[in-house]
């Protein structure tokens, strides 16, 4: 596949100046809010417009696939995408891309679920039948991901593709659809067990496959000798030898995690997998020692600066817990995540809705509301950027003081609830010649239902980024009036990338 080029600068944004690919970049970027929902909320535009571009300059959208596909957020769905839409266009057209459309299919497949996932995609979009270079390069990846690991951590567990039909897409649907060639026999025979496992329910491992024989004796264990295992010596060595991840320990089990248990699986757990467990330790019981590793495990800086977080999820964690123990350490890795926010350059007016129909739960079993995430959101880019006015607004606006060194939930904790939004009315009166005016709210385009848009008030060239945070779907705006649809931590990315105009 095309390697990137580096810095080039799209087509200009604006609505006279945007072509095929400043469109298809804008749509990778609403990914970004979107995540893994993102082939359902492009829509059509985005197949039509990389068919058009796959024919006119493949090298190009090569080059766009290889930078989505390299990150490790919603971008990826991008990748997968655009990679089936451009060597679909090039073999309706009977044209190769420079690097060979086999090779990039394989090339844009880079973890074990990605094979299904493209597959459930083409299912959903094209039906049953599939090309050969697409089906050969999805062999050429399986190849090289799927292994016994891969098949424990994602074969019938949470990441699975469905094929538009109610079905998922497993291990063995995808092996029966492109037949890769095992690398060796080891492969051979993990081939042959997916087929087996999927069409039968108890079938014998291989032993050539010894962590999957290792995890079928664990499960072969009597309930009540389970628990034993956990407490035993070396029972690190043995989940280990199983695959046996943190999450599978409780099925396996057969009820929840106690203190002890969470103690033996600690070891398996990641950053990520440990700031999320942390009401479950509380609910659980674990002792003040134990309790006290996984703090300063959270608070070490390096270990939070590898582990990529970012404040909505600090934030979460935070709200999921009502202990005290864990306030220190999640401070302390509030702050790594507030570095990795995105500065804005010159000046940003960042408006965030106080109604009251901001006040709902994120999701159902969340402790975080949905003006819980407007506020901190707001208050990590105004802490983050060179300069900005922080404004919450309801039927009255107010603004909301920080200073350097403050984290998101100090800034965030001055919000409160200010009856019906009017964004239209705060544009008016607080914009002073910004660069930029980014709104938090409910409302679809940012406009309460009694008054006029909020980007009105603007200068024609000055960009507008709205936060749908109620909805996970919707078309893309036309530049430069941006509006997105849902909010996640990888939305901090949306404003640097689009007004930097190109990928690095």
């Avoid at 804008?26 to 197949?47: I, N, S, W």
């Avoid at 100090?410 to 239209?424: C, K």
């Avoid at 009315?425 to 660069?435: K, L, N, W």
């Avoid at 008054?451 to 779907?473: E, F, K, R």
Wanted: hydrophobic share 45%.
């Amino acid at each position: 596949m095309s390697k990137p080029r580096q810095g080039v600068a799209l087509p200009a944004l604006t609505e006279s100046g945007r072509d095929d690919k400043a469109e298809l970049f804008l749509l990778a970027v609403h990914g970004l809010t979107a995540r893994d929902q993102f082939p359902e909320t492009a829509g059509d535009g985005f197949a039509e417009r990389a068919a058009r571009v796959a024919l006119d300059d493949d090298g190009w959208l090569c080059g766009l696939i290889d930078w989505t596909a390299e990150r490790d957020d919603g971008l990826r769905s991008v990748a997968l995408v655009a990679a089936v839409e451009l060597v679909r266009a090039r073999l309706a057209a009977g044209l190769f891309t420079s690097g060979g459309n086999r090779q990039v299919i394989s090339g844009v497949l880079r973890r074990a679920d990605e094979p299904g996932r493209m597959l459930g995609y083409w299912f959903r979009r094209y039906g049953r039948s599939v090309p050969k270079p697409v089906k050969r390069g999805i062999a050429d990846a399986v190849r090289d991901l799927y292994d016994e690991r891969a098949m424990i951590v994602h074969d019938g567990g949470a990441v699975i593709a469905h094929d538009g039909r109610g079905g998922g897409v497993r291990f063995a649907d995808v092996l029966k659809m492109t037949h890769p060639a095992p690398a060796n026999a080891a492969q051979a025979d993990l081939f042959r067990h997916i087929l087996l496992s999927r069409r039968r329910s108890a079938v014998d491992v291989p032993a050539s496959l010894p962590t999957l024989g290792a995890q079928a004796a664990l499960y072969r264990l009597p309930q009540e000798e389970r628990a034993r295992v956990l407490r035993g010596p070396g029972a690190l060595d043995v989940l280990e030898r199983a695959a046996m991840t943190w999450d599978r320990i409780a099925g396996w089990l057969g009820r929840p995690l106690d203190a002890d248990a969470w103690a033996a699986v600690l070891p398996l757990m990641g950053y990520r997998d440990r700031l999320r467990a942390l009401r479950a330790f509380d609910e659980a019981g674990l002792d003040d020692h134990t309790a006290a590793t996984v703090a300063a495990g959270l608070a070490d800086e390096d270990l939070a600066a590898r582990a990529g977080v970012l404040p909505l999820e600090i934030l979460a964690a935070a709200r999921a817990t009502r202990s005290r123990r864990w306030d220190g350490a999640l401070e302390r890795a509030a702050g790594t995540a507030l570095n990795r926010v995105p500065a804005l350059p010159g000046r940003t007016l960042i408006l965030v809705d106080r109604s009251a129909s901001m006040f709902t739960q994120v999701t159902r079993d969340s402790s975080v509301t949905v003006a819980d995430q407007a506020a901190a959101f707001g208050a990590a880019i105004a802490l983050r950027a060179e300069h900005a006015d922080l404004v919450q607004f309801g039927t009255a606006h107010t603004r909301v003081p920080f200073r350097r060194g403050e984290g998101p939930a100090e800034v965030a904790a001055r919000f409160r609830e200010m009856g019906d939004g009017n964004a239209a009315a705060v544009v008016d009166a607080c914009y002073r010649g910004h660069d930029r005016v980014a709104v938090i709210t409910d409302e679809p385009d940012g406009s309460a239902w009694d008054a006029g848009s909020p980007v009105d008030a603007l200068p024609a060239a000055v960009p507008s980024y709205i936060w749908n945070v109620a909805s996970t779907a919707g078309p893309p705006s036309p530049a430069p009036r941006h509006v997105f649809a849902g909010l996640t931590d990888a939305a901090f990315e949306a404003i640097p990338l689009i007004e930097a105009r190109s990928w690095r």
